[in-house]
C-alpha cells in the first residue's frame, strides 16, 4: 500500500510517499508562509504525482491557515483517487521524532503558538499523550512539562524558562511518518486548534 504524507501544520511544509511503511522519497521546506503556493508542485514532483491508496494529514495545532490547506488538498486527493484519509496530531509526529533522536523516552513538545503562547503537549516512552494539547503561557508550561526531553520549535525556550532539560528544536517531517505509533492516527479528519477561537460569534438580539 502507498501513502502519501502532508505536513502543513508549521512553517515547515512537507510531503513524503511510502511503500508499505518505507519511505520512497520526500522533500522538507521551512517556507513560513506561502504553503498553498507550494504544495500542490512539491505532491505533483513526487513519483506518480505521488498518487496513493493512502493519504495522512497533519491535523494541527499550529499555523490556522496552513493546517487548513492541507487538509484540503489531502480531501481533494482522497476524493479523486479514491484513496482512504487520516489525520494524526502534529504535535505527536514531533515527539516521535524525538523519541527516533534520542531513544525511548517520555517526551514533552512546546511549538509555537498564538498569542505569545505554545502548544504543549507530554508523551510518554510509548508515545502516548496522557492529557489533550494545551495552549499556555510560557511560564504556566514551564510548571507544568517536567520530562526531561524536550522537542519541538519552542524548547530551546522551554528548557531556558524552567532551567533544565535538554532541546530538541524541530519542526513536524512528513518524511518521518512510518515513525508514528498506530494509536496516533484518526479518521475524524478535521483541524486541531489547540485553543479557543479569538472571535465569538455575538448572541441573537432578542
Known sequence: MRTLA??????AC????????DLVTGTFEVLGRGHAERLVPMIAELPGNGRADRIAVALGPGSFT??????????????AWGASLVGYPSLALVAAMAREHAGECA?????????????????????A?????????????????????????????LVA???FGKALPL????????????????????????RAPD????AAST
Open 6 to 11: 502532508i505536513d502543513t501544520a508549521t512553517e
Open 14 to 21: 512537507s510531503v513524503a510517499l511510502f511503500d508499505d511503511g
Open 66 to 79: 496552513g493546517t487548513r490547506v492541507g487538509i484540503a488538498a489531502a480531501r481533494a486527493l482522497a476524493f
Open 107 to 127: 517526551v514533552d513538545v512546546a511549538m509555537t503558538g498564538g498569542h505569545g503562547e505554545w502548544f504543549v503537549a507530554s508523551f510518554d516512552k510509548s508515545g
Open 129 to 157: 499523550a496522557p492529557a489533550p494539547t494545551a495552549s499556555l503561557r510560557p511560564e504556566e508550561a514551564a510548571a507544568l512539562l517536567q520530562a526531561d526531553l524536550v522537542a519541538g520549535n519552542q524548547s530551546e525556550g
Open 161 to 163: 524558562v524552567r532551567g
Open 171 to 194: 519542526l513536524p517531517d512528513a518524511r518521518s511518518f512510518a515513525i508514528l505509533p498506530p494509536r496516533s492516527l484518526v479518521d475524524d479528519v478535521r483541524p486541531i486548534y489547540g
Open 199 to 202: 472571535a465569538k460569534k455575538q
